[in-house]
């Protein structure tokens, strides 16, 4: 008894330690170096370096992907917006589905706990199943993502049990299961919560709700097609589904006409105010008339996700369930964040059911973490080049980069009509078009045959090989099409 009450008093003592100190990355990995943890902390001057050897890569990740980061945790205005606290001692709210829709797998192995009696308390020494995770990036600091085993009963019953409150759930197709978004009330750190959690056998995944951006740079004719050896008068996607989630769009600029099947907003109590980069991309992967895209006759499904350039797990988890509804062959991710479990998760299972994804690599630098999705492996990373094949400066570079594709100074749709854009944004709809082509051109082509062609026939751009610059090279649509 003695010793269980000196290793429950040191679990403590480690709880409160990480709850002090919720702005450094937390780690327990014994099979780290020094050099790593420093890394992860990103003290003083431990962050030089720390793009190819900070992390820690598993679950899923491009060989050689690390990134995960520390710092200071801030949260933008707009999640204030999108996800307003809950009064200080509020009780937990009836579950309310995000999208309107019901939340219950059914399945039924786990046996409910009894409802408690009383108000609600917080357990203690919980967090003993599991150390507080290492967490890296921005983040709802208020909020979790958990994935349960058991119904909207079951759901209420957990957040009862550790004081939480339902903010949304729902049933997941990516996932599998049900995606609920918890509140915390309280003030604890999400590190302490997402410990405590792991106790409960009832929950399976456990993550917080991290903050993605859109990947534009600040900011002729679009040399695209001449570059990625494309024919402008042959280019076609006709009637190929490509999903596109990114900010709201300009539907009534004339690039659009006839472009888009489907729209959907995974925030539809955020009003939309920006709509410049998603036309943006949707223009230069199906855009008609002068602007025309690379792939015009392809069928965009689009999912507003973003407001202010930003948005979270729980939305983009929404989108991309969506575009799974829709049968799309593509899915175009123009965005970049931290590594997020329940992220890798939904795009592993995308990526089993053939569809082919295609992310920005990002637009923080040389020395910049990863950037996710793009470093999940099974996504295609795209980084940006100029027209005469330089790299992007502001490009993030490391293993997971796979290619290369136009996206410097190109002239774009936009809602005020056209502009130049600039960003790894932009390349990935460059590619997300390209093989557009290659689907029309060969609808049985699969998700690993085209990612295997687009390898093979690159035009290599840096040191030979594959290189953490331009990855495979700069794509070459027509020698892509042509490889068996």
């Not at 390209?434 to 687009?454: C, M, T, W």
Request: charged content about 15%; glycine content about 12%.
């Amino acid at each position: 008894m003695a010793a269980k009450a000196v290793i429950l008093h040191a679990a403590l003592l480690a709880a409160a330690a990480f709850a002090a100190a919720p702005a450094f990355a937390q780690t327990n990995d014994p099979n780290l170096s020094q050099t790593e943890v420093d890394c992860l902390n990103r003290t003083t001057a431990a962050g030089v370096g720390c793009d190819k050897n900070g992390g820690t890569a598993n679950n899923g990740e491009k060989p050689g992907a690390g990134g995960a980061t520390g710092g200071a945790v801030f949260l933008p205005a707009l999640i204030v917006d999108l996800f307003p606290n809950a009064p200080a001692g509020a009780a937990p709210q009836t579950p309310a589905p995000s999208n309107g829709t019901s939340s219950s797998n059914g399945s039924g192995n786990a046996a409910p706990a009894p409802t408690p009696n009383g108000p609600a308390t917080v357990p203690h020494g919980l967090n003993l199943a599991e150390p507080p995770r290492a967490i890296a990036g921005e983040f709802v600091p208020d909020e979790v993502l958990v994935t349960v085993d058991g119904d909207a009963g079951v759901v209420q019953q957990i957040a009862n049990s550790f004081g939480l409150q339902v903010r949304s759930q729902r049933q997941s197709r990516l996932l599998g299961t049900t995606l609920v978004r918890f509140g915390i009330t309280d003030g604890r750190p999400v590190g302490v919560v997402l410990a405590q959690l792991a106790a409960d056998g009832r929950t399976q995944r456990r993550e917080p709700n991290h903050i993605y951006t859109l990947q534009q740079a600040a900011g002729v004719v679009n040399y695209a097609f001449d570059r990625i050896a494309l024919d402008s008068k042959q280019a076609s996607g006709e009637n190929v589904r490509i999903a596109v989630i990114d900010t709201g769009i300009d539907d009534t600029n004339p690039a659009l006409a006839g472009v888009i099947a489907e729209q959907y907003d995974a925030m539809p109590n955020v009003p939309i105010e920006k709509r410049d980069h998603g036309t943006s991309v949707d223009g230069l992967i199906a855009g008609v008339g002068p602007l025309e895209g690379m792939a015009p006759g392809a069928r965009i499904y689009h999912a507003r996700a973003f407001e202010g350039g930003k948005s979270t797990m729980d939305v983009i988890l929404s989108a991309l369930d969506w575009a799974a509804e829709q049968d799309a062959r593509i899915i175009n991710m123009s965005f970049v964040g931290p590594k997020n479990d329940l992220l890798g998760t939904a795009c592993r299972n995308a990526r089993a059911l053939g569809i082919v994804l295609v992310a920005a690599a990002g637009n923080n630098g040389p020395k910049a973490p990863y950037g996710y999705p793009a470093a999940f492996d099974g996504v295609i990373a795209v980084t940006a080049t100029d027209a005469k094949d330089g790299l992007m400066p502001q490009a993030n570079r490391g293993a997971y980069v796979f290619i290369s594709a136009p996206g410097v100074e190109m002239v774009a749709p936009s809602g005020a009509g056209s502009d130049v854009v600039t960003g790894t944004s932009f390349a990935a709809a460059i590619v997300s078009g390209a093989i557009a082509n290659l689907i029309h051109a060969a609808p049985d082509r699969s998700a690993d045959e085209i990612e295997k062609a687009l390898a093979a026939t690159a035009k290599d751009l840096g040191p030979k090989g594959r290189d953490n610059d331009f990855g495979y090279g700069l794509i070459d649509t027509k020698a892509a099409e042509a490889a068996k």
